[in-house]
């Protein structure tokens, strides 16, 4: 490949060190492969204080990215995967998903000590989130918690907390330890009970169908078992076909040939608390998949 391969990636400290980390991978595999990071401002970055639900759900981190890549004026974008709705432009596809670092939610406590247990941590603090789906766990396993809403990049979310908003915030693990912040994490949630979003942790890359050319340079980045998990639990929020932002949990494991997928929701003003586990071999989990989606529907439409 001649030309620059030009990488879109929103202008975050995370979302740099993302697309950084697959320039870093794609020099290695290529070391002649000269490329481009460009930073894309998103309506979700442009907006920190509105929660995102009422934003138009998570794919307000991506619209603007995908309009570069249609344009031709980036070759292809890195986004986390929990961002990216099931309805992307027709044109384009997931060339790559890249294996997560972790999939879990994390809590750090502003006081500085460490947990072994959601269970464990103070009565009645106040903790700072604004995913509907962490609001619905938290209300089911510690109802004594208060949620304070925040907005905002890693960085700022961990400074308010720390000037006095809250006692702790709730954020995924995956993003701490992308920005080497490991250490400030109290407790790691155990992702049976704290269920993590669709996709979460997972970063994946976005090119246009059209541009094959590219494929040799991006599959190789590919992971297969991740791609797989992924695959499950977005199949979630397809069959269910409502948008990314209602209070939904899905997390996938397989051991062997063997899947289990566990799922909470809720309905869009998180009055009621679901969850259900699905287990089946690779050739039946689909099925299974499906019939769980239109329960999900059925209980929330």
């Known amino acids: 490949m001649s030309q620059t391969l030009k990488i879109g990636t929103r202008q975050s400290t995370l979302a740099l060190q993302q697309a950084t980390t697959i320039q870093t ?29 009422e934003l138009g759900g998570k794919g307000v981190f991506i619209k603007a990215i ?12 890195v986004h986390c995967l929990k ?11 997931l060339i790559a ?26 009565t009645g603090i106040t903790l700072a989130t604004s995913s509907l789906r962490r609001q619905i766990l938290l209300k089911e396993y510690r109802p004594d918690i208060t949620i304070k809403p925040i907005r905002g990049n890693i960085d700022t979310r961990i400074q308010k907390c720390q000037n006095g908003y809250a006692d702790a915030l709730m954020l995924a693990t995956a993003g701490l330890i992308r920005l080497q912040r490991e250490n400030e994490i109290s407790l790691i949630c155990d992702p049976n009970q704290i269920i993590p979003a669709p996709g979460q942790g997972v970063v ?7 541009d094959s050319h590219l494929n040799p340079f991006l599959e190789i980045l590919n992971d297969k078992l991740q791609q797989e998990l992924a695959l499950y639990e977005q199949a979630v929020i397809e069959s ?9 949990g899905v997390y996938a494991t397989k051991q062997a040939n063997r ?20 287990h089946g071999n690779t050739p039946i989990i689909k099925e299974k998949i499906r019939d769980l989606s239109h329960q999900i529907k059925a209980s929330i439409t």
Request: include cysteine.
């Open 83 to 93: 961002d990216v709705t099931t309805t992307l432009e027709d044109q384009t596809e």
């Open 25 to 53: 991978r794609l020099k290695t595999q290529f070391p002649d492969l000269k490329i481009e990071l460009i930073p894309i401002t998103t309506a979700g970055d442009h907006n920190q204080t509105q929660p995102l639900h």
């Open 240 to 248: 269910i076909g409502l948008s990314c932002d209602y209070p939904l």
């Open 97 to 122: 998903f890249c294996p997560a670092e972790a999939v879990t939610d994390c809590i750090i406590m502003t006081n500085g000590q460490s947990y072994s247990s959601l269970a464990d941590l103070p």
């Open 259 to 278: 899947v289990s997928l566990t799922a909470c929701w809720s309905d869009k003003a998180c009055k009621t608390f679901n969850k259900h586990v699905i």
């Open 66 to 77: 995908e309009e570069e890549l249609l344009k031709g004026s980036i070759d292809c974008a």
């Open 204 to 210: 994946v890359i976005q090119k246009k169908r059209s």
